[in-house]
């Protein structure tokens, strides 16, 4: 066979290879499905678990403390959330980003982070949210399944080597599954992750949501039971007219709450990272301390539980009406302090949950008033209490529709849609009105995170233009084994304050500021390994978008971040300044033009 007939061969090979490939291999529209399908399977089955651990934890721990026996179940109360709160904090000096409730962290994920959640976080996430929560914390479990099904997704997404923006675009996907399963209300996960995560309705998101809420309920209802979470033994409707006065009271009640509430969490999270009397990983215990005393009290005054956990079970009595209203009144104002403690001393918890018992209180409590100024029923309570539950999550959460559809979810009754909608609608617009900033991206704002507000230019911009368009290729860079005075000689022609510190395979190892470099050499430290001067290990790959690099840069506190390679190497390719970026966005607002 000539040369020429064996390259028509080959050639020919390569052709019928291909056609084959494009014939059976999977697209990417096909692998996303697929996926979607996948994740709904998935997320349901994790948090189902996750739910089952805490069931058991609680069982095993917080329970147990308070019914031990007369002579100690007040020690035993107050130190079982303490060791809770102080083996989290433990926890969390491997897992940082497992803290908090695990929204905000999604949320910054699919709008500046290309849709990237480790799984280490989501793992460390689901150990600790059951450690604490199950040892009494005044959290709740739904959050923490947020980012641990995000985690899940985004680790599908990566493993099937699906482009970023598609990985992105399942994030929202496994948020659903997650709130689906833990809510056991398909529907009210929908809208949660439209109004909360997506922050508009994006069409080629919302098929995808919509499947996997409902394959995470399906399984979520194979395991656990069809039954809501609440278990309400009437039909609740609006039987006077009179009482829509209330409820819209309690609008207005509700929005008082929630602004308080999100004020004094914000002002105590605030206080404890300035607070250094104590180590920081010890802080999560006096949260736990502070839920334990007030759980004391609610024990030994009350008679009631309900200041630990969620209090699922304290609220479908108010549901019921069974709590009389003093004891509505204080359990209220306990779990308000007590959830505030916890998640502001740097829990691993969700505030869903104490959010729909704190509103079950208020509810209660204004069902009283209704009571014995109009002569109602009792059965009235159950009904207000309900209402007040979707109020104050309104008022909190800042997710409208979702604070009404979770309720009729929760609870299998439909009949108080326009009490609902009255006092839901009057707490979200009066908290609104009070406090622009919702509560998640307060917490972000908090931790130096800014996400841009949907749909502004600069987040249009900052999002399509990748980190490798911007940057500066082959920078000065320092080897980890060079001395402070070795470094000095080589970063002499640096263009920038801080330059990259890479190892023998070129890994990046993080930045070192030539300031500090140059006052360390000059004091007689020129000796030292320079690694030992790297103050930020931040950094973002060569096609993450602009937007994840601004989101770095503002939570590191820098303005120059080291770039690697897309491959996941950890190879320096790279170093990107805020200097970069703004030219970056201006040539990309002149147009193709002024390339």
Not at 175 to 192: S, Y
Not at 335 to 357: D, N, R
Not at 498 to 503: L, T
């Amino acid at each position: 066979m000539t040369t020429a007939a064996a390259g028509d061969a080959w050639g020919k090979a390569l052709r019928e290879t291909r056609r084959l490939l494009a014939r059976y291999v999977p697209s990417e529209a096909q692998r996303v499905f697929g996926l979607t399908i996948l994740i709904g399977l998935l997320c349901g089955f994790a948090a189902v678990a996750f739910h089952l651990s805490i069931r058991f934890a609680e069982r095993e721990l917080i329970d147990r403390a308070m019914s031990a026996g007369p002579g100690s179940w007040i020690a035993w109360t107050l130190v079982t959330p303490t060791l809770g709160g102080l083996a989290a904090g433990l926890l969390l000096l491997i897992v940082p980003r497992a803290a908090g409730s695990g929204v905000p962290q999604v949320k910054e994920a699919y709008a500046a982070g290309g849709g990237r959640i480790r799984l280490r976080d989501s793992i460390g996430k689901f150990v600790i949210g059951v450690v604490q929560i199950g040892s009494g914390a005044s959290l709740g479990r739904e959050g923490p399944t947020v980012q641990i099904c995000a985690g899940v997704t985004s680790l599908l997404g990566r493993l099937t080597s699906l482009p970023k923006e598609s990985v992105r675009r399942l994030l929202p996907v496994g948020v659903a599954a997650g709130i689906a399963a833990a809510f056991n209300a398909p529907i009210a996960a929908v809208t949660f992750t439209i109004e909360e995560i997506v922050g508009n309705l994006d069409q080629t998101v919302l098929s995808g949501v919509v499947v996997a809420a409902a394959l995470a309920a399906v399984i979520e209802r194979s395991v656990l039971g069809t039954q809501p979470v609440f278990e309400v033994s009437r039909a609740y409707g609006l039987e006077h007219a009179s009482s829509l006065f209330f409820y819209a009271g309690l609008g207005l009640a509700a929005a008082a709450v929630s602004v308080t509430f999100t004020d004094s969490l914000l002002a105590l999270r605030a206080w404890f990272k300035r607070f250094h009397g104590l180590p920081r990983w010890s802080h999560p215990a006096l949260g736990g301390l502070v839920t334990g005393g007030l759980a004391v009290l609610a024990l030994f005054f009350l008679k009631s539980k309900g200041v630990t956990g969620g209090g699922y079970d304290t609220l479908s009595k108010a549901l019921l009406g069974q709590i009389g209203l003093r004891v509505l009144l204080a359990l209220g104002a306990m779990k308000l302090i007590a959830t505030v403690a916890c998640y502001s001393s740097g829990g691993a918890g969700g505030i869903f949950a104490p959010a729909l018992f704190i509103g079950g209180m208020l509810g209660g409590a204004v069902g009283f008033v209704d009571l014995s100024l109009m002569g109602q029923g009792d059965s009235e309570l159950g009904a207000f209490a309900l209402v007040g539950m979707g109020a104050v999550f309104a008022g909190i959460i800042r997710a409208p529709i979702t604070s009404v559809l979770i309720i009729f979810e929760m609870t299998g009754g439909y009949g108080l849609i326009l009490p609902l909608m009255i006092a839901n609608m009057t707490a979200y617009g009066l908290a609104r009105h009070w406090r622009p900033v919702p509560i998640y991206e307060a917490l972000l704002e908090q931790d130096g995170v800014m996400i841009p507000r949907v749909g502004s230019s600069a987040t249009g911009t900052l999002d399509k233009v990748p980190v490798a368009d911007a940057m500066t290729r082959d920078p000065v860079r320092v080897l980890s084994g060079a001395t402070l005075a070795e470094a000095q000689a080589f970063t002499a022609t640096a263009r920038f304050s801080s330059v990259p510190v890479v190892d023998e395979s070129s890994r990046f190892l993080g930045m070192l500021s030539l300031a500090e470099l140059r006052e360390a050499s000059d004091g007689g430290q020129g000796v030292r390994p320079a690694r030992e001067l790297i103050r930020s290990t931040e950094c973002v790959a060569s096609d993450d978008p602009l937007l994840s690099a601004v989101v770095a840069m503002s939570r590191a506190g820098v303005r120059q971040l080291g770039v690697v390679a897309a491959d996941d190497s950890g190879r320096l390719v790279g170093i990107l300044a805020m200097s970069d970026v703004f030219r970056a966005q201006a040539r990309a607002a002149e147009g193709p033009g002024h390339a």
